[in-house]
């Protein structure tokens, strides 16, 4: 791929679940297969070989040569989303602040509507780490509605001291928009949704929509 053509770059990759996963034939991911785990000869090679440790070591080898690729392919404006596990969130941003600098944030993304049982507090959102190649990049500003939690409020534009704020409503209350916050809730794919095509760790297609 030629360098500074991609606008936007977002990837998952394997997050060291220790399983290997295989698809059934009646799945839509029929033929599906791969290892999410991490050992020292898989996807690393050559003289780095001896040099590697431990697992974490062969997964950011493994992830970081695929970094500069995606460092080398956007544009000038260009950014790129990475989806990540909790506990390699740290590993991967030390990593991607070597590879990227320029601006970087973290966000939290969360299933919704799925249940675990609680031997501690329940892990219900993964990382997306926000990169871009340079300093000046796209980025266009959402907002997200947010409920007043005052019940006299109604709606109409009020006014501050440093400003006003227009208030609407709807079903659930009474909001205004506001920029949207770093901690996205995303609807948890279930064994029936029609997007489910079988593959272990897919993500729920919302959340391409909203990175897009």
Request: charged share 25%; glycine share 8%; with cysteine.
């Amino acid at each position: 791929m030629n360098s500074g053509t991609v606008h936007l770059v977002a990837t998952d990759p394997p997050d060291n679940k220790g399983r290997d996963f295989h698809e059934t034939p009646d799945s839509m991911a029929a033929g599906a297969d791969f290892q999410n785990r991490w050992s020292r000869a898989v996807g690393v090679e050559g003289q780095w070989i001896d040099q590697i440790q431990d697992d974490m070591a062969a997964f950011l080898c493994f992830v970081g040569v695929r970094l500069i690729e995606m460092r080398r392919v956007p544009r000038d404006n260009g950014s790129l989303y990475l989806h990540c596990d909790p506990t390699a969130s740290h590993d991967l941003q030390a990593l991607l602040d070597s590879v990227f600098g320029g601006i970087s944030s973290t966000k939290a993304c969360g299933p919704t509507g799925k249940v675990e049982r609680a031997a501690a507090y329940l892990r219900r959102s993964m990382v997306l780490l926000f990169y871009t190649r340079e300093r000046s990049y796209t980025f266009n500003v959402q907002n997200e509605r947010a409920y007043a939690k005052r019940s006299g409020r109604r709606p109409g534009r009020i006014n501050y001291g440093a400003g006003s704020a227009k208030f609407f409503q709807d079903e659930h209350g009474v909001y205004n928009l506001v920029n949207t916050r770093d901690v996205w809730e995303v609807s948890y794919i279930n064994s029936r949704a029609a997007e489910r095509t079988g593959y272990p760790t897919q993500k729920p297609l919302a959340l391409d929509e909203r990175i897009i």
